[in-house]
């Protein structure tokens, strides 16, 4: 009995489908004016793609490395599965946080738990804000709930490292702040693009990703 329960688990290993590239849930030109079509473009169909397809390799790679039981070679895979996982995980939940009909406050109860924790929306947005102005080179700003003790936290996140894989915190709302994510239409003015995103932020979103992390 033991052995058939492996069997299973086992199968779902071996005939793993590969990750593929989300739709947007909009179009590239959608969140203009504050985030511009070509930006959207090179950043969906090229710097996401290059993530999911890096990762299909990685992981390929890594289960012929599990198989042989290569254990040298699966420990110097992980910076890149790390890496371009991350970067899938992280973009994946990016788009979803944007919308052309976003911006304003939240509301119901995300709005009573950032009140709760930060004291107003604007003293979480402008913490948030700071935080994400703050990175240094490339990474994440993010906004993540901490299941142990059930409140809202504000982090940072460098380069393509996944919020609760590095820091166990359920990702909320992230806001990318590589420079591919802004610089065609900011160039190096990072604020610019953070006081921008605020408009097109999808509450409804980050608001069903709170309720639904609560349960």
């Avoid at 079509?37 to 990762?55: D, F, W």
């Avoid at 504000?154 to 420079?179: F, K, M, R, S």
Wanted: hydrophobic content about 35%.
């Amino acid at each position: 009995r033991s052995s058939a329960r492996l069997v299973a688990p086992l199968g779902c290993l071996v005939s793993r489908q590969k990750h593929t590239l989300p739709d947007l849930p909009y179009d590239y030109a959608a969140l203009e004016p504050h985030i511009n079509a070509e930006i959207m473009q090179l950043h969906h169909s090229k710097h996401h793609a290059t993530y999911v397809n890096n990762l299909n390799v990685v992981e390929e790679k890594y289960k012929e490395a599990v198989a042989k039981g290569d254990v040298t070679t699966q420990v110097s895979l992980q910076t890149a599965l790390k890496f371009n996982g991350g970067g899938h995980i992280n973009h994946t939940i990016f788009w979803t946080n944007l919308s052309p009909n976003g911006g304003g406050e939240p509301k119901g109860e995300l709005m009573e738990a950032i009140k709760r924790d930060f004291g107003s929306f604007a003293n979480f947005k402008e913490k948030l804000t700071a935080v994400s102005v703050g990175v240094q080179g490339s990474g994440w700003g993010w906004l993540g709930y901490n299941k142990e003790q059930g409140r809202l936290q504000i982090a940072a996140c460098a380069n393509q490292d996944p919020l609760q894989g590095t820091t166990g915190l359920i990702p909320l709302l992230g806001i990318d702040v590589w420079e591919h994510a802004y610089y065609l239409q900011y160039k190096n003015v990072r604020p610019d693009y953070l006081k921008a995103i605020w408009n097109v932020i999808n509450w409804e979103n980050v608001s069903s990703r709170y309720a639904t992390c609560k349960k």
